[in-house]
């Protein structure tokens, strides 16, 4: 085989769309051209794989992937192990119930880019660019399902069709969606693009497919749900939204990037009883301090909880006391990409201005969870 | 969804007593939210209040 030595390939006719092997390189499209965060559905911090029925709107599932629920208990949703060639995982969303969707019901999943992960887009203005979703997707049920795309305060919405034609298969599907020219849309840490797979919604929420509106929609009118049948199945995986009209190959991440880019937005670290966290020191009588620093630094400063049975101190008389509810001391409420906290608890026991505390797991699989989500 | 919600006071160096966190149970679970505008959790209990609901106040520091 001869090699080619050339200094430049260009478009026959001038333009941009030059193909190697039926793939188009450009500048928005090689690494860094997926703008969602566990499109392969690997990560799953907060449940382990474990299944989780959702009851209530806005529950965090996989990691980035969130759910919109108007009534308890209709839908499940897991990590699975399922997933499409090339893949590992994929979300599974099982419908708990057959139920009759009312006109204000939504049911869906949700995934959230931040704003300056999609201000080179361009929504908003005449120069919007065009954007690909695409995706592999599986179901139990056959027919014509909804998405959409939203902005951030949810007064813009483009909702889309994709058709699963064969039952129990993944299939993978695209949707070219020019970019919007009209709205507002965050380039900051806020919301800057919303992407939805519905699972079943009303007719108040359903609107006209293909076409940007000013309102709020989840799916076009008349979309399958998935709600609908007790025990129907919904996997999807390889998610990936990028700009430009063609759908390249999902761009596989290493692990560590996709962990560190998810835990930008939600982190928990848990150890063994006894297991050390950080080293602190007690004020004001009994107010124990200590640093913390994330692996990545978080969109914002995050809400904090327990995870698991949480922390305990161990302190200068060789006691190991619990530490309570977990709250930030003189933190800038205001700053993005936060990298350390001073942390302070709530305790059972009087302790000495200046001691120095050990903080550690209180119980076996505990310590603290941080919440950035958007 | 909040469910309910609760100042959390602390006292800086110079005595001064401060409401920097808001102690909510969402989906059952407790979570410490700062006043942080960008935080949406925080975002969310400004919803709840807006509905009309009100915090506890917070436990008086020893």
Known sequence: MADLN????GDASGGTTTTVNGYTPTASNMAGRNRIINGGMVLDQRNAGASVTITTDNTFTLDRWSTAATAASKFSVQQSTTAATGFTNSLLATSLTAYSVA???IFALKHTIEGFNVSDL???VASASTVTVSFWVRSSLTGTFGGALQNGAQ????PFSFT???ANTFEYKTVTIAGDTSGTWLTNNGKGLLLWFSLGTGTTYSGTANAWASGLYFQPTGSTSVVGTSGATFYITGVQLEAGSVATPFETRQYGQELALCQRYYFE???PIYGTFS???????KTPQFGYKFPTPMRTLPSVANAGSGCGAWYSSGSFTQLLSPAYYQEDSSKENVSTVSLIFAINASLTDNTTITVSSWAANSGLSFSAEL | MITSAKELKYTLPDATEVVANIEIVKNGEKWTVPINEANTDYQEYLKWLAEGNTPEPADPVE
């Open chain 1, 122 to 124: 361009g929504f908003g």
């Open chain 1, 6 to 9: 050339v200094n430049s390939i």
């Open chain 1, 155 to 158: 007064n813009r919405s483009y």
């Open chain 1, 164 to 166: 699963i034609n064969a």
């Open chain 1, 279 to 285: 080293v602190g020191r007690v004020f004001n009588s």
């Open chain 1, 269 to 271: 670290e848990r150890k």
């Open chain 1, 103 to 105: 006109a204000g019901d």
